[in-house]
């Protein structure tokens, strides 16, 4: 392991409780990390330089922040041996050509194939390193036509046991769905705060108590900058793609306003519905999401009232969000459950404990 | 009140309740409205044309959608007596402009005054009317040099009775300010679904299980196509002109992206990290927000548990968020409350019970 972090740690632990045998070496430029991972449980020994930790090992996973993934990897490989190397970056591109284009043995640049566990990182650090954290997960591999499949078929084995799904696909392919549905969202988020600063200091107001829509698309604005530096540099001609291909779309839109064409926004707006139904039924494997809203007093324990209703219930929440009124004394609750039948159920016992309840289409706010 | 659907609803609900002596009366194009308005009481009388309603009355309400306000307004004004007139629209500038050209005598022109009261619409209907939807909600008047004003005193009292704090605005102001922090998310969220339904379908793949920036970004995508077309369509030149702000931006981004320039990337995104943090703040007028993860297995009741040990300990929970892993067995919650304090507060109360939270700056993923 080069690098012990959420993902790394989260590698070791699940290889010593899952894969009988397994030993888990790490390093990690923060020697505390080292020692945070021992202490955890996450590695067996700790060592003093990615090639030590790469020495000698069937697989060797660079868990290292995105920037440095060019340099660490081509240490590893530069380093020999016959492990196979991947790492866990969330833009692929950018790291699988630098080991094309890397000084070294063809027989060592086989031996990389890239990679990225689509997998929750709630909170950084070996601390928060779980063993279960790549349990039917995702697990991105980007083999090519150069990799050796022997090292492919040994890294494809371990990642299933780690209890993810192993799943192959171009570096561009996947940069660009990072690019739709991760990158593209971050950089929305920053560009909207940003206007929305600038449009209450020049009008001198204080930001209007509206609907969730502001608070829902700014929530990610301005996470983590080095973090998001190093993915938005290493995805830069993806992202950059994907940016003027939605600049594209914002112009037709403004067309479609300077001509006041009423039916034609109309319908602009019912393909997006289209859109996001279609995508929520894709994330839930075909069933279909049902929105509820609640009006709700705005206090301490109303949540737990409703959710111990539906929980008590046995209808499970896929997604929830609260919306204080402008008193901060009343508001609502939007749940979002699987289902229409679902729904009627949670509509029954919410209204049960007293609250009204409606089923809606979709977030509405005017 | 011309338009009995929740907001007239809730305004002559309030008004029968917090006013004394205050009589409303109702005109609705569907007349089912009219007769769930008078089950609901919130109207002493229902009524056969927009002009009807309005006659010998003290204020008439204009509460219909916003493609039909010129119109309405114009009727009701046409047809004379001595009323205050203003209308409930989330675009000023249009009816506002509609009335300063309606060829009307000025005393008549002078008696509308143009509103907007930002209340929750977290259902449409009067059955979701309700007598406190207004209780301190910021309620945006646009009296201009010709308004009269003993009539824009008339109506700014049985505002302010309604439970309402009425806020002078400028129609451009307002118009600004809405296309910036509820028009533009939406316009954002509808491209952003059709790009990535576009990306997902022509690379065959399904929507990847990341983090939840996409699922917040998208939220309100579709969102009530007739509803949003009168909006987008009555206050186009102000999200014409913000939407070409946003691209702009977004070409400034593309530029450095283009230059592969790191540190200025991440300047960028720093911007919007204190951009992120100045709104929050002024929006919960002082207070710090601060943003805890928990990591839980997902599973009915689990909500409850944490919102009951909360709500025990007193921590009120300003917002929240569910992420399901794509195993859809665990996964995460984000939990945002008010204040450092109440921050250190929770994290025991959730450790109390097991589980894993951490405080975190800002949500991340990567």
Redesign the interface.
């Given at each position: 392991m080069v690098g012990v972090g959420l993902i790394g740690g989260s590698i070791g632990l699940a290889a010593r409780e899952r894969l009988p045998g397994a030993r888990v070496k790490g390093y990690d430029r923060d020697p505390a990390a080292i020692e945070a991972a021992l202490e955890r449980g996450a590695v067996d020994e700790g060592c003093s330089s990615p090639e030590r930790a790469a020495h000698d090992v069937d697989i060797c996973f660079v868990c290292c922040p995105?920037?440095q993934l060019g340099t660490e990897v081509g240490a590893v490989l530069g380093a020999g041996g016959d492990s196979a190397v991947t790492d866990v970056g969330?833009a692929k591109r950018a790291v699988v050509d630098s080991v094309r284009a890397a000084q070294l043995p063809e027989s060592d640049r086989s031996r990389f194939i890239g990679g990225h566990p689509?997998?929750?990182?709630?909170?950084?650090g070996v601390r928060?390193a779980?063993a279960?954290l790549f349990?039917?997960?995702?697990w991105y591999l980007t083999p090519g036509e150069r990799t050796s499949g022997v090292h492919y078929d040994r890294l494809y084995r371990v990642i299933s046991g780690l209890g993810a799904r192993p799943t192959a696909?171009t570096p561009e392919?996947h940069d660009?769905?990072?690019a739709?549905?991760?990158h593209?969202?971050?950089?929305?988020?920053?560009?909207?705060?940003?206007?929305?600063?600038r449009?209450?200091l020049e009008?001198e107001?204080?930001?209007?108590?509206?609907?969730?829509?502001?608070?829902?698309?700014?929530?990610?604005?301005?996470?983590?900058?080095?973090?998001?530096?190093?993915?938005?540099?290493a995805n830069?001609?993806t992202?950059?793609a994907?940016?003027?291909?939605?600049?594209a779309?914002?112009?037709r839109?403004?067309a479609l306003?300077?001509d006041?064409d009423?039916?034609a926004?109309?319908q602009?707006?019912?393909?997006?519905?289209?859109?996001?139904?279609?995508?929520l039924e894709?994330?839930l494997a075909g069933g279909a999401v049902s929105e509820l809203?609640?009006?709700v007093p705005?206090?301490?324990?109303?949540?737990?009232q409703i959710?111990?209703a539906?929980?008590?219930g046995?209808?499970?929440?896929?997604?929830?969000?609260?919306?204080?009124?402008?008193?901060?004394?009343?508001?609502?609750i939007?749940l979002w459950v699987a289902g229409a039948e679902s729904a009627e159920r949670a509509m029954e016992l919410i209204a049960g404990i007293g609250y009204?309840a409606?089923v809606?289409?979709?977030?509405?706010?005017?």
């Open positions: 995105v920037g969330s689509l997998a929750g990182a709630e909170a950084a928060h779980r279960d349990e039917g997960a995702t696909i392919t660009r769905l990072m739709t549905v991760s593209l969202p971050h950089v929305l988020a920053n560009v909207l705060v940003g206007q929305a600063a449009a209450l009008e107001q204080h930001l209007p108590a509206t609907g969730p829509s502001f608070r829902d698309a700014t929530r990610v604005a301005g996470s983590n900058p080095a973090v998001w530096r190093d993915i938005f540099v830069r001609e992202i950059g994907e940016l003027q291909a939605y600049a779309e914002l112009e839109l403004i306003l300077r006041g009423a039916s926004v109309e602009w707006i019912e393909g997006a519905r289209a859109d996001r139904q279609r995508l894709l994330e809203r609640v009006s705005n206090r301490p324990g109303i949540v737990a959710a111990v539906l929980g008590e046995g209808v499970n929440i896929v997604d929830m969000a609260l919306y204080p009124a402008a008193d901060m004394q009343s508001g609502a939007a009204p409606t809606v289409a979709n977030g509405d706010e005017s």
